[in-house]
Every structure is written in C-alpha cells, then in structure tokens.
C-alpha cells in the first residue's frame, strides 16, 4: 500500500470516503448528525448533504438547525470540521454533535470480513484503561458507580455490548489479517470531550460515529458551534497512523514538549500515606549516595504531608518544620523538589469545604458534588471544586504561587484532576467540562510559572495538552502484578494493578513526545516488601525503559539488595529510544516493541498478558541490521534468541516475562 490517500465524493446527499491505492478501504453513507434536547427527549437531526462552495451544506428546510461542513486533505489524512447555526428563535439544547457519522444504512470496509478486525478503544483519563479489542469482545466499565466517578467518562458509559466501542477522542482500526487499518481523531480537545463509537456486527460495521459531547448546553437563537477538526487516514501500519495523529494533534494543540525527560524518585509506593519528614530525608541522601548510578533530578513527596485533602498550604504534624524547610533540604543536596496535590477536590471536614461551599460544583441536589471516596484518607468522602468561579481560580494560581515561589517545589504532580470535568452544575453554566478542567489547569500554571514542571495524573487527557509537562498515562503500579479486585470489579483493565500499568504505558506510548512526556508511573526494583516477582519487575523495568516515558523510582533506597540494584542498572541502558510498537490491535495486552535510538535499537518481547505468547519479530521491517547473525542474547536471561532470515524467533513466552534484544542502530 503506496500512499494510501483517502479522497471523498458526495453521492445522495451523502459522503463516501475511498482509499486511493488500497480498493478494500471504504467508507459509505456519511452524514453529519446533531442531537438536539426537547425536554429530556433526545432528536437526532441528519442533515443530507448538497456542494456549497468549497464544501458541503445541509439541505433540509424543515430543521432549526443549518450545518456547513469542510473537508481538506492534509498530507494522505482528510480533516472534516463542522459547523452549525441555530436559526430558529429559541435557544435550542444540544447534547452532542457529529461532523461525521454513519448508520446501519452506511458500511465502513477494512479487506473483507469486520470478524478479522481489531479496534484499540482509547480510554478517558490517565487511570482508564486503553486497549484493543476483537469484534466478539465486551468492553465493561468498573463494576460500581463509585468506582466510575473516577476511571471513566459517567456521560459515556460504555454499551457493554459485544463489538460496541466508544473510544476518546481517537480509534484506531484494521484487518489483523490482510492488515488495512483506518484511524481517526479529533486534532484538539480542550473545548470539549469527543470521541470515536462504533458498533461490528458478524458481518457489518453498523455504527461509526466521530462525536463532540456538547454537555447539553444551550446554542442561542442566530449563534453557531463549530467542531473542533476531525482528522481521518489509512494505511497498512495502525502505530504509525497513530503516531502520526499525535504529533498533528499535538501541534495543534501547542503541545509542551521538553528537550530531556527528567528522573526523579517518589515516595508513594513505598511509603504510601505513611511518611515524614525523616523518610524523605533518608532517601534525598541514599539519592546523593547512589549519584553515580542514578542520576536523580528530583525528589516527590507525594500523599501524606498535608492536613488534609484539600488544605495543601498546611502540613500536618509528621512535617513539623514545615515544606520549605524540606524543599531546601531536597535541594540543598542537589536535587529539585517535587510535591503532589489534588488541587480539583477538597474532603469532608477540611477549611476549604466548610469555609467555602460555594466554590463546589453541584448537583442537582443543589449540593456539592462527590468526586471520591478514597478508603486510604478515612470515612468522608471528597467534592469536586468548580474552576469555573472566579475565586477558585485566584485560590489556585495563589496557592500554586506559594508551593513553587515561596516553598520552593518545582516539580508539581497534580492528581485527581478529573474532578474538574465531573458532570454538574458549575458558574459559568455555559463552560463545557472539558473547558473547565483546562481553566482549572491554566490557573496553576499561572501561579506556577512557566519553568515549573507540571505532571497530570488521574486526568482526562485531551484538556491538559500544552499546559502540562508530563501526564501520567495508566492506572497506578502497585507491589503487586494483579489481584482478584483488578481482574473483577475493575474489569482487568482500569485502575491500580502493575499488569494495568504496563499496557497503558505500551498501548498510550504514540503520544509520547508529541503531547507531552508520558509518566508510565513508578519503577519498584525492590525484592522484599514487595509480591512482584524478578521477572514481574524485569517486565515493568523493561516497559518504563523502552517507552522512554519518565523514569521515577519508588524504594526506600537504602534498603535496595545488589540484585535490585543491578537490575535498575540494566534497566537504565534501555532507555532513549523512539518507542514503535508492532502489534497494537493484535491483542489484549501488545508484546513486541522496537525502540530507536541514535546509538541502539532495542527490541523488547513483554508478555504482560496471563498466558503465555508465541512471538516472533521481523527486524528486517524494522530497518535492524542483524550484521548476519544466527542469534542475539536476551538482555535478562542471557539465552540466545535465534535469528534466521532477519527474523527474530522468541519462542514461547511465559506470561509476565520479558525478552530483550540490543542492537546498533543501522
Ligand atoms: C496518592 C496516590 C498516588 C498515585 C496516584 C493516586 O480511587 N482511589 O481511591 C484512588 C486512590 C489513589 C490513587 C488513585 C485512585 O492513586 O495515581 O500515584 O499519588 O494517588 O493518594
């Protein structure tokens, strides 16, 4: 496949997408849809389509509504963007709008039958899962409401139905057997949610609909909306057509991307709530020890220090000299402080709900509006802050002035953050959610400054690109692989499991470097006080180097065993490269990446599933030059992996093991 460029043509007031160079890539029966609100009735509006211009216009008299749609090629992609006019006298309520959508009347074709497909269905925020799915596959929520407040979408729940997939903000699709592959996303999304539903029936693609969740806001008489542009491609490589999609809608979105990932070590996955100042301390000097080994750039306290969840400016009694004492210390001894917040909630019986209620977004009970229950802070449970107010907006540049200007912390993580996009009712009744987080966000940054380094977590993911530095991207590592809660209740994807880490760290690894630094979360190299296995650690170790994302330890240091240390030390040369991964739609969670540096390309087979994989890789495809060998060594078993024809043949994989192979980039 040559180019594959997609060209359009308007055919019954319909659109239809071909693919030039590729006669298996089709999609019929376009049509751009609104869903308008009567009441709490729900009417789909779908225009038919007549030439205006360069672009196309609705052609029904009877609507309130008028739409004008444009479609430009940009490279091999098309781009589609929107626009509707309310030009009835009343203000009309719109609860979503579609530059593009087909129904069952449509077909979408990617080679010959929709059961060979593969559908990588994107997730909501950091912790949501992201992973690809077959037609005959369910994708399901976590089991409770009180789980969903903070892993997914609650205004786009998914159908829980097989071949039923809603994916934010972009999906990638293709044929696993005769490998055609679409992608398509929206190239910005800090006005509002958006996302990519499509339904596979045995035979048939009966739904493909790209759409903007207007959160039922009001389109006044005579005003117009217009999306935010819809980019579409084709071809024989979903990882490339993905990475292509993030560093046009990066760009887009002015993305901040820095020159270096920084290092730095955390204190929360050994420690949890449990530190103080003491703890940190130690560990600053073990970091200073081990200099040579590691070179920190910074030191994270995370949850622990404040009053309480809501309070950041008041550390409790474990912190008696208080946060810039500690900063100066952490800095002292050459490293930049690092902090954690959660700068959206506020819990139960903390000043900042009891002083200022008024500052929550609320429900329709009229009262604040429940963003968490978190069993680690105790019985009461936390509420979102609306960053739609003005005054939450001062507090939040002056309290972030104060932790980065007066305290001294330069690296902030700011977690929780989806509590800012929480459905409700907000002051600014006209601000999408997606609106208000990025308002919420800019506020910090304001307060922060400009050379502060911001790291998203528990964040919807769009909102945040060019305000944050770094953005975590999977569910939290844990001392353990998974448990029978992950696989249950958070349906073995969403939320805290290392297994759960690990595929959103391969799955989300094409926006890295194009709309932030991706955070895969913590390295545990520790082998006691730990359920991780050496291989388990060896899996995450491998999968934090190779995706080139941020590398943050969490030990308590001194206590690490030469065996620990010496697999952080092998970890360590894998890093620096331009991850690729090969087989993205293939399965559950993807095995074979390939890594690009400038002096070394490293081909990682990481098995994160429960059964195990036969896998093979064709380096040759990948532009490795294997200088003629008949074998490589496996970075961490030492075993020779063999190579016969450019192909490297990992046999039979165990399940939560890793093989790696090391060769000088051609
Ligand atoms: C601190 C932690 C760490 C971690 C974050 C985040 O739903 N929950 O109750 C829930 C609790 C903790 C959590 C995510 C969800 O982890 O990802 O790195 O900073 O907070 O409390």
Redesign the pocket.
């Known amino acids: 496949m040559k180019n594959p460029r997609l060209i359009h043509t308007l055919r019954a007031g319909r659109l239809h997408l071909d693919c030039q160079g590729a006669a298996n890539i089709l999609i019929e029966g376009l049509q751009p849809e609104v869903v308008i609100l009567r009441g709490d009735d729900p009417r789909r509006w779908r225009p038919h389509l007549r030439p205006a211009g360069d672009g196309f216009e609705s052609n029904d008299a009877d609507s309130p509504l008028t739409a004008t749609l444009k479609i430009e090629p940009r490279g091999n992609a098309l781009v589609a963007q929107l626009t509707v006019t309310n030009r009835s006298s009343e203000a009309l309520r719109l609860r979503e709008v579609s530059p593009l959508a087909l129904r069952a009347s449509g077909d979408l074709r990617l080679g010959k039958d929709v059961s060979e497909w593969g559908v990588f269905r994107q997730g909501y925020q950091?912790?949501t899962g992201a992973r690809s799915f077959r037609p005959t596959e369910t994708d399901l929520d976590p089991w409770s409401h009180l789980?969903q407040v903070?892993l997914i979408d609650l205004r786009r729940p998914s159908a829980g139905q097989p071949g039923r997939f809603r994916s934010d903000t972009v999906i990638a699709m293709g044929n696993l057997v005769s490998g055609e592959a679409l992608v398509a996303g929206f190239l910005s999304g800090k006005e509002s949610f958006a996302g990519v539903e499509v339904s596979l029936g045995p035979r048939q693609c009966g739904l493909w609909a790209a759409t903007i969740d207007w959160d039922d806001r009001l389109l006044a008489p005579g005003a117009s909306l217009t999306t935010q542009p819809l980019w579409i491609a084709a071809g024989d490589d979903p990882s490339a057509l993905l990475d292509d999609y993030a560093r046009v809608s990066g760009e887009t979105m002015q993305a901040r991307i820095g020159d270096r990932n920084p290092t730095g070590w955390?204190s929360?996955y050994y420690y949890f709530?449990n530190i103080d100042e003491a703890k940190i301390l130690e560990n600053v000097q073990a970091l200073a020890a081990m200099r040579d080994r590691f070179a920190c750039d910074y030191v994270q306290v995370?949850?622990g220090y404040q009053s309480a969840i809501g309070d950041w400016l008041t550390p409790n009694s474990k912190f008696p000299h208080g946060m810039a004492w500690l900063s100066e210390r952490i800095r002292g001894a050459g490293f930049e402080a690092g902090i954690?917040t959660?700068p959206f909630i506020a819990r139960a019986g903390s000043d900042l709900l009891e002083q200022h209620p008024d500052w929550f977004v609320k429900n329709d009970r009229g009262t604040p509006c429940f963003a968490?229950?978190?069993?680690?802070w105790g019985f009461g449970g936390c509420y979102a802050l609306d960053t739609t107010h003005p005054k939450v907006l001062d507090w939040l540049r002056s309290t972030f002035r104060t932790i980065v200007h007066e305290w001294g912390y330069n690296v902030l993580?700011l977690?929780?953050l989806y509590a800012a996009a929480l459905p409700g009712v907000r002051h600014d009744r006209q601000a999408s959610r997606a609106e208000a987080l990025r308002r919420g966000l800019d506020a910090i940054r304001e307060g922060a400054g400009d050379d502060a380094f911001l790291i998203g977590?528990?964040c919807p993911l769009t909102p945040a690109v060019g305000v944050v530095d770094a953005m975590?991207i999977g569910p939290?590592v844990a001392p353990f692989w998974s448990g029978v809660l992950s696989r249950s209740i958070q349906r073995d994807q969403h939320?805290?499991a290392t297994k759960h880490a690990i595929r959103n760290t391969l799955t989300r690894a094409f926006v890295h470097r194009r709309w932030w630094l991706n955070d895969p979360?913590?390295l545990m190299v520790r082998d006691s006080d730990t359920d991780l296995t050496i291989p388990e650690i060896q899996t995450l170790a491998t999968t934090i180097a190779v995706t080139d994302g941020l590398l943050v330890l969490s030990d308590r240091l001194e206590k690490l065993s030469p065996q620990s240390q010496a697999l952080l030390a092998q970890a360590l040369k894998l890093v620096g490269g331009t991850p690729r991964l090969v087989d993205i739609l293939e399965r559950d969670v993807p095995a074979l990446l390939v890594s690009r540096g400038k002096e070394q390309t490293v081909v990682a087979a990481i098995n994160a599933n429960d059964h195990s994989l036969r896998l093979t890789l064709d380096l040759a495809k990948y532009g490795i030059n294997t200088g003629g060998a008949p074998y490589a060594n496996d970075l961490w078993s030492g075993g020779s992996v063999p190579i016969a024809d450019g192909v490297a043949n990992f046999g039979e994989v165990p399940p939560r093991t890793s093989r790696v192979l090391v060769f000088p980039t051609a």
């Open positions: 950091s912790w789980l903070s955390c929360w709530t995370d949850d954690w959660a968490l229950w978190n069993p680690m993580k977690d929780f977590c528990g975590r939290d939320g805290v979360d913590c």
